[in-house]
């Protein structure tokens, strides 16, 4: 029995009997390296390592350390007032400013689960004084979290680009924005429906264009991040790495000196969180990493490649087959460690066929995030229903029509390639 068979077998096992993902991955490189006795345990050690030992990612733990010092310094109140003062006044305004807010929040934090339990939780409970129905307060924070990856900038990005070397961070960065608002109007559009149907009633009157030029510039220099970050890049002045960097300082800047709101004793605690996270995923990026070399030193990658462009599949055909193929893989793999899994295997083949790179990575960073709020296994769900404290069977419930909504959304964003690619072939990204 080949490496790759047993490599396979062993993940499956593993994963039915609760091994979380990351461990999972690497008992069953272990395993497929002890059994089959091709190659040296070693191997599973110095290919850890190697899938760690990257300058692009060390973006990570500096854009994870740069939302931790935003949410430090308050951005969430600010970014929510500024949100909710021009669609709090609507029907169903709350559930619209939950979903602009995200949306800004995406642009610092990278992270669904961090939207989720950061902002999220105080939607949530916002939206549940207002007279909301809790459950479907937190599936809508729940759908509306999805676009925390999409949104530059964005930690599986930075992780896809270093398992497919035909993207660049950058240009995944910018491939994400059009995507990320057309998420956003979606769910919005589910909101104006719930909102219409359940009479969810706006709080209050809009505001004095005063206060509204008011709060603006208080929320300006958060919503700077982003800009200076794709802004930055653009221009020269640094690389996404470098990006990282400045996106900490600017945040440390902005909480200490501009909100005011950041006190120095608080600092110990968010490196503390900021180091675990990154721990998690660079543990989740080796084990792939180990995990991704047995298939790809058996050959797995080239046998799928030469088998699908023998079927003479098309392009599109190809693609829907992918959709489904990804829409099931994510419903039990994390997003991470399914780029790092998946891409080596699945990049080769789209390029074969002629698809543009910077669309199929679009295409497979939705469908694994997706899997977050897909049951059983969606992460995303866990987080929403423990700080919502809504029972999961009621969180399921009320995801219906947002389901649908990210199902219409995948769809045009499969065959509209140029929501993917405009954006970035005009800044000059190939």
Known sequence: MSASVILLISVCVYLAIGVPVAFAL????????????????????????????????MAVPFFILAAELMSGGSLTEVLLKFAGQFVGHKRGGLGYTNVVSLTFFSGISGSALADAAGPGSMLIRMMDKAGYSRAYAAALTASTAIVGPIIPPSIIMIIYALADDNVSVGALFVAGVIPGIVIAVAMCGVNWYVSKKR??????????????????WKALPAILLPVIILGGMRAGWFTPTEASVVAVFYALLCGKYIYRTLAWGAVPDILWRSALLTAS????????????????????????????????L?????????NIFLLIFGIFIEPLPGVMVLVPILAPVAAKLGVEPIHFAMIVIYN?????ITPPVGGLLFVTSNVSRVPMSDLTRELKPFLWAHGAVLVVLTFVPALSTWLPHFWGFK
């Open 281 to 312: 995923v660079l543990i989740i990026i080796g084990m792939s990493a180990s995990f991704a070399w047995v298939l790809t030193i058996e050959g797995v990658p080239q046998q799928m490649a030469n088998w699908i462009s023998g079927q003479n």
């Open 199 to 216: 009479n969810y009633k706006g709080d209050g009157e809009m505001p004095s264009w005063t206060d509204i030029v008011s709060t603006t």
């Open 314 to 322: 098309s392009i599109w055909t190809f693609l829907i087959v992918l």
């Open 368 to 372: 694994l995030t997706l899997g977050m």
């Open 26 to 57: 690497g008992l069953s490189t272990v395993t497929a390296l002890a059994i089959s006795g091709n190659f040296p345990m070693l191997v599973l050690l110095k290919e850890t390592f190697t899938g760690v030992d990257s300058f692009p990612l």
